[in-house]
T-cell receptor, first 112, second 116 residues
Framework: QQPVQSPQAVILREGEDAVINCSSS?????VHWYRQKHGEAPIFLMI?????EQKGHDKISASFNEKKQQSSLYLTASQLSYSGTYFC?????????????FGTGTRLQVTL | EPEVTQTPSHQVTQMGQEVILRCVPI?????FYWYRQILGQKVEFLVS????????KSEIFDDQFSVERPDGSNFTLKIRSTKLEDSAMYFC??????????????FGSGTRLTVV
């Protein structure tokens, strides 16, 4: 079943912050975050593993709550280049194969 | 940095025709995938491939679809008789187990398939 993201869309002014949430009904092995620009391939941002870890990449960070099967992506001091659609990807590794299931997507637009 | 290469970047085909989409995964990766994305919609899993066989496939991946790794480097997706609703961007990906646990995925730049 597909992970659910919220919000579906968000508009920010440059410099503002945003949080994107991802929730799964299945037990997760890891959570991946991607950003996709229109007509392009998803670009990998980061992977979070079991253990409630938090990661950061420049002004973008994320957390993973394994028990709640949820992850959140934090965008601080947003830049115009952050615009795009953000997808979480949940990995439900079964022991024989890894499979990434993409979330419903969050469209982010950063304006001047 | 290693890349997943997909060809062609665009393909236009007539309804009912067969198409083959090609991918060259990263050489030391062991898991291979096809995903598709209908314009403006979510990225959907089609199939995963490991050890020269299909590991898992989605409901979308019906008898019209097949995958092959013919020569140890290429990974192909064949659609036998294309339908209008097959029009989408098709992404190939490969993955490897990474230090600390988890699987790191690398996606190709995609093939835009248009069925007319």
């Amino acid at each position: 079943q597909q992970p659910v993201q919220s919000p579906q869309a968000v508009i920010l002014r440059e410099g503002e912050d945003a949080v994107i949430n991802c929730s799964s009904s299945k037990a997760l092995y890891s959570v991946h975050w991607y950003r996709q620009k229109h007509g392009e391939a998803p670009i990998f941002l980061m992977i979070l593993l079991k253990g409630g870890e938090q990661k950061g990449h420049d002004k973008i960070s994320a957390s993973f709550n394994e028990k709640k099967q949820q992850s959140s992506l934090y965008l601080t001091a947003s830049q115009l280049s952050y615009s795009g659609t953000y997808f979480c990807g949940t990995d439900t590794f079964t022991g024989t194969a890894s499979k990434l299931t993409f979330g419903t997507g969050t469209r982010l637009q950063v304006t001047l | 940095e290693p890349e997943v290469t997909q060809t062609p970047s665009h393909q236009v085909t007539q309804m009912g025709q067969e198409v083959i989409l090609r991918c060259v995964p990263i050489s030391n990766h062991l898991y291979f995938y096809w995903y598709r994305q209908i314009l403006g919609q979510k990225v959907e899993f089609l199939v995963s491939f490991y050890n020269n066989e299909i590991s898992e496939k989605s409901e979308i991946f019906d008898d019209q679809f097949s995958v092959e790794r013919p020569d140890g480097s290429n990974f192909t997706l064949k659609i036998r008789s294309t339908k209008l609703e097959d029009s989408a961007m098709y992404f190939c990906a490969s993955s490897e187990f990474i230090a600390g646990g988890g699987y790191g995925y690398t996606f190709g730049s995609g093939t835009r398939l248009t069925v007319v």
